[in-house]
């Protein structure tokens, strides 16, 4: 077996940009109740994946578990993109970033499915002109690519800049899903990304730092950690994220296991980036943590739910989930006692900056994060919109 080399890096960065409109022509009518119908009946027919919830790997054995690393391990060892020298293009010594444009708009979703839900989705993102996307894994649900960028590319466009992480339901065709990033990355002028796209990939676009990360989905989770806190510590930019797909029980609504890892966590908290995820399917933004990882302590959770900061030691996660593929609920049994959150929103409960809301019910809808507010570059601002324009939540984020 190959081993994946954690120094093997690779950059683009190229310079002609052009939109393309929206395509009406490109939808099928009659193609979405079809494939809704199609997938109700799937989960109907598997029981034990119904009982899972729809985002959910089957158990595994530990010869079962043996064989999916080292076949994760083969994966990430597939030709991935254009290989530089690392000793010419190393991971670490960025210069000094001057930080995220001004009113810079990012939006942040996943677990998208296909069909009409997706598509309003990334409707609200250009209808909200943000300036790119970061999509938090899990896209089609069917190993369809060419199905996945077809949707997007219908009404995003081509050449719309949008980052991926990799989802548990991207696994098996993965190498075309990275290719297709890459491609359409590969359009946008500025798009600066070093190592391996959506895996371990540290990326800087518009001035805004992100490091992309499939720990907990794919491969060795020390490899994934030891990365993210590289890519964290060396750059220096004002702003960075983390950007995976899994969670943590604790910080998701519903009753997704620990898989991500606290020591993940943990990197970011120290380098005060933001935590984004998908995985879980609804939306679940904590307050201010100061000690992620200690639940007894409420993960050290401090200060009004609708105003954050970020500094090394302190942070904030956020799962933003309802991108099409299905809305999931809270449950109350496991997170009955928790105290770190600010907002959430699922099928079932509705809480805004800690106080109950009266509504039963969900939509499907994006994140959004808006940095350098009004030119202050210790200023960001967020906010969940839902498609059929609801605000679900806002915060301000204070940087120190
Ligand atoms: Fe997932």
Redesign the pocket.
């Known amino acids: 077996m190959k081993h994946h080399d954690p120094v093997r890096s690779f950059l683009f960065t190229i310079p002609a940009l052009t939109i393309l409109a929206c395509d009406p022509t490109d939808s099928e009518p009659g193609e979405d109740s079809t494939t809704h119908e199609a997938e109700r009946a799937l989960d109907v027919a598997d029981p034990q994946a119904a009982a899972r919830g729809d985002?959910e790997d089957p158990p595994l054995t530990p010869a079962e578990e043996a064989a999916e690393a080292e076949a994760d391990e083969a994966r990430l060892d597939g030709p991935d993109g254009v290989f530089l020298d690392p000793a010419l293009h190393p991971v670490v010594g960025k210069p000094p970033s001057p930080g995220p444009d001004k009113d810079l708009l990012v939006a942040m979703v996943?677990?998208m499915g296909s069909g009409s839900k997706p598509k309003a989705v990334y409707q609200l993102i250009l209808d909200e002109q943000a300036d790119f996307a970061l999509i938090t894994?899990?896209f089609d649900y069917k190993d369809s690519p060419s199905t996945f960028q077809k949707e997007m590319t219908a009404v995003l466009g081509a050449d719309y800049p949008a980052f991926p992480v990799i989802?548990?339901?991207d696994k098996s065709k993965w190498s075309q899903y990275q290719a297709d990033f890459k491609a359409r990355l590969a359009k946008i002028p500025g798009a600066v990304c070093t190592g391996d796209l959506g895996v371990d990939a540290s990326c800087t676009y518009r001035g805004l730092h992100f490091v992309l990360s499939g720990v907990g989905?794919i491969g060795s989770k020390a490899k994934h950690e030891d990365y993210i806190a590289a890519a964290l510590a060396a750059d220096n930019s004002p702003w960075s994220l983390c950007v995976w797909?899994?969670n943590m029980r604790d910080l998701q609504a519903g009753d997704k296991p620990d898989e991500a890892g606290w020591p993940a966590f943990k990197h970011c908290q120290d380098a005060g980036a933001i935590v984004v995820m998908?995985?879980?399917h609804s939306y679940a933004r904590t307050r201010t943590l100061t000690d992620i990882g200690n639940s007894a302590e409420g993960h050290g959770a401090i200060g009004m739910p609708d105003l954050l900061e970020v500094a090394p030691g302190k942070t904030f996660t956020v799962v933003s989930?309802l991108g099409g593929k299905s809305i999931r609920s809270w449950d109350s049994g496991i997170h009955k006692s928790d105290t770190w959150w600010g907002t959430l929103y699922t099928s079932n409960y509705y809480r805004k900056n800690g106080v109950d809301m009266k509504k039963t019910s969900a939509d499907e809808g994006a994140l959004f994060m808006r940095f350098n507010v009004g030119g202050d570059p210790s200023a960001a601002e967020g906010y969940f919109k839902t498609v059929n324009g609801e605000i679900i939540d806002e915060f301000d984020i204070v940087r120190k």
Do not use: P, S
């Open positions: 985002d996943g677990d894994g899990d989802g548990n339901h989905t797909h899994k998908g995985h879980e989930g």
